[in-house]
């Protein structure tokens, strides 16, 4: 059974353990503060869905992910009201990194500016090999990545090629982008989405409370002195030990047959 909500810049779909958030802002998914509110509640939509295990954001339009925030947008607002709506990005974006459900970018076109921040944000960037360009150009505007570009990046593809593409604003191709590890896989145009969905199908499968920990342990692991991150580690063990799923897994391991996982 699939479940689709629409708003005026959003469809969100789920079915089987899946969410599709679809962008359809205009032509290029330029957006402003409608759309962030939006997707702010998708997001917290998603996070209490406790059978949703994987989220995929996606774009409708046939040539862009998204360009960003839109440019008449920021130029008709105050600086107090533009850096409270970065604020607001930036608070949004950073539930999907601190959601139990694996996050994917679906990226089929253009990631530029915001957009980019918004595939950084998710916990896997999948891109198509002919989908464009992906890079922060905000350098151009006079201005810096502004909703998680300069950290994100950073924590992404280091310190220097982080500096590099923020100081130049060049943006790379798919393959470009593979060999920095600013994407996680590059699949060929025609065959995106299903691999994507086949990506997602096989977290939904596996063991998904094993997945929801591995997730928070790295995101959040990757903050903290390595003694305090093997602790927390540590502990987030000790809860998949206590697990349905551990003792099921052990025991379909011994009786050489496939696990029936329950995600609890």
């Known amino acids: 059974m699939t479940v689709e909500t629409e708003t005026k810049n959003l469809t969100v779909k789920k079915a089987n353990g899946i969410a599709e958030v679809h962008i359809h802002v205009n032509k290029t998914n330029s957006y402003d503060l409608d759309y962030y509110r939006e997707l702010n509640a998708a997001i917290d939509d998603i996070r209490f869905d406790t059978e949703i295990k994987v989220a995929i954001l996606m774009s409708d339009m046939p040539k862009f992910f998204s360009a960003g925030a839109n440019i008449n947008f920021l130029k008709a607002a105050e600086p107090r009201f533009k850096t409270q709506f970065c ?152 809860l998949l030990f206590r697990s349905e799923d551990a003792q099921e897994g052990l025991q379909s391991f011994i009786e050489k047959r496939p696990a029936n996982w329950s995600g609890k």
């Open 87 to 238: 604020l607001f990005c930036n608070e949004t974006l950073d539930k999907i990194a601190r959601s139990p459900q694996i996050w994917i970018a679906c990226l089929e076109g253009h990631t530029v500016g915001g957009g980019l921040e918004m595939a950084l944000a998710c916990d896997l960037r999948f891109m198509g090999d002919a989908a464009g360009k992906i890079g922060l150009p905000e350098i151009t505007l006079g201005v810096l990545a502004g909703t998680g570009g300069t950290q994100r990046l950073l924590r992404q593809v280091g310190h220097s090629k982080a500096l590099d593409l923020n100081l130049t604003g060049d943006t790379l191709s798919p393959q470009e982008a593979l060999e920095i590890k600013l994407v996680d896989r590059v699949f060929l145009q025609e065959e995106m989405r299903e691999k994507t969905f086949e990506y997602a199908e096989k977290v939904v499968k596996s063991a998904t409370y094993a997945a929801q920990n591995i997730k928070l342990s790295i995101m959040n692991g990757k903050e903290m002195p390595l003694n305090a991150a093997i602790r927390y580690e540590g502990e987030l063990q000790n």
